[in-house]
């Protein structure tokens, strides 16, 4: 209770470093097993010590700090992730090794090292399991931190501004953050645990590898797109693998399929929550788009009518648009065939739109959020019944009333950060020798963390590890940027927040 937040953090990924160093002892990999078992003693010693330096200090503990060690945990753990990593590899750079662990941190998933065979297997292990801490990170920060701060899509709901802690409104019922923090890590923990666990004994059950389906596990849970084989086109699975992923891809969706302790807009039923809805509605509808244009550009297309092909190319539609919606980026085995019968030659704009669109408030996804854009859905209806009927006052419920006025002013307002953020990043990155395209697809990747996207959205995959260093570091705060979003970071500038 009395130990700075960060120093928790950092001796749980200390710990974390002996998962795969006890992996790689059972797989005969002594010198991996050795670069994580020492890197973790290591930690655990500096936080020893650092722990008995402060433990008689009283601590000061309150939302901005809170909000200032989420910036600092994805900043600076992985420079401390990335030593072991890049003493396990002894053919990588430093920063290599340091894009990769902010990439995992972030749950972005971008690939630096060109194949999946150049990393050994504890390594790989490593990856996911840094990106899957990162993702029960964001769930328990999202409602112990992002929540009462009226930030991360909670601003287009709640009565506060931006920043603004609903505590600082009452001073009398002031809540003790840290408290806040452990009853929550101890309620959604367990949850995210149960969950993953059960994944891995699904696709374990569907004939896929133990190690390949922890892996993906724990890249589905956290979204992060990272698979020891490059993707799962190659797995074992197969179709059932892909079914299993797709049922546990809808947890990105909204925060309603596993908690109800941050109720965005009045409604705790999952078929009411609005977010849900309009998720179901871009999984089914963009699939069936691409599926009918087949017979709608019959000249353009030479695919056969086959129905076997027509199902094939309908599922990988469907699971890939799933993926990219939930800012995870698993291709489906049948994405190729879903291409061909559609006849689109440039489906990654529609990738790189459904990225940005992103998945739902307070879950691993990344991306604008799925409820600023209903919330802007809502305000463009209303603003269409006033041209009609410009005395006319509207009738929607108590949440929605919210989410017309000031919610949607707000949710415009972010994606016009949004906007802004990605022409700025675009144009740091042309700066130094990157084209163009290639710098819009990494931005776009960067600030919705989906990674995937430099390999899919162009006509060629971008190769990271020819990139320029400062390319690489403006790369590293996009990723974070994109993790935490434009209003969090201006929201720890306002000196009405630290003054409160």
Known sequence: ????????????????????????????????????????????VLVTFIGLSVANRVPRYGMPGQLMTLLATFVFLPLYLAIPLQDALRNTSYLNAYFDMVSALTTTGADIFDTPGRLPQSVHLWRALVAWLGGLFMWIAASAVLAPLSLGG?????????????????ESH??????????VTTALAPVYASLTLALWVLLVLCGEGALVA????????????????????????????EMVMFLFLLFGLSRLTFSSDTVAVGHSRLDQDPEFRIGILIIF????????????????????????????????????????????GFESAYWLSAQEWSGLETPGMILLGLAVMGGGVATTAGGVKLLRVYALYLNGLREMERLVLPSSVSGEGRGNRRLQSNGAFVAWIFFMLFALSLTMISIALSAFGVPFEEAMILAVAGLSTTGPLIEAAGQVPIDLTLMAAPAKLILCFAMVLGRLETLAIIALLSPNLWRS
């Not at 603004?164 to 009452?170: E, F, G, P, V, Y």
């Not at 002031?174 to 009853?183: G, N, V």
């Not at 922890?214 to 074992?236: K, N, R, V, W």
Request: hydrophobic share 55%.
């Open 1 to 44: 209770m009395r130990l700075p937040l960060l120093l928790l953090i950092w001796g749980v990924f200390a710990l974390a470093m002996w998962i795969p160093a006890v992996h790689a002892v059972l797989v005969n990999d002594h010198q991996t097993s050795q670069s994580f078992f020492y890197a973790g003693v290591v930690g655990l």
């Open 154 to 170: 909670f601003e287009v709901t709640t009565r506060a501004e931006p920043g603004r802690s609903d505590a600082i409104l009452h």
């Open 174 to 183: 002031r809540p003790d953050p840290r408290r806040k923090l452990i009853l």
């Open 214 to 241: 922890i892996c993906h596990a724990m890249s589905i849970m956290a979204t992060s797109g990272l698979s020891p084989i490059g993707g799962i086109d190659a797995a074992q699975a197969g179709i059932a693998g």
């Open 285 to 328: 509808g963009v699939p069936v788009l691409l599926f009918l244009r087949h017979w709608l550009a019959a000249l353009e297309v030479n695919a056969t009518d086959d129905l076997s092909m027509a199902l094939a190319s309908f599922w990988g539609a469907l699971f890939t648009i799933t993926s990219f919606l939930t800012t995870n």
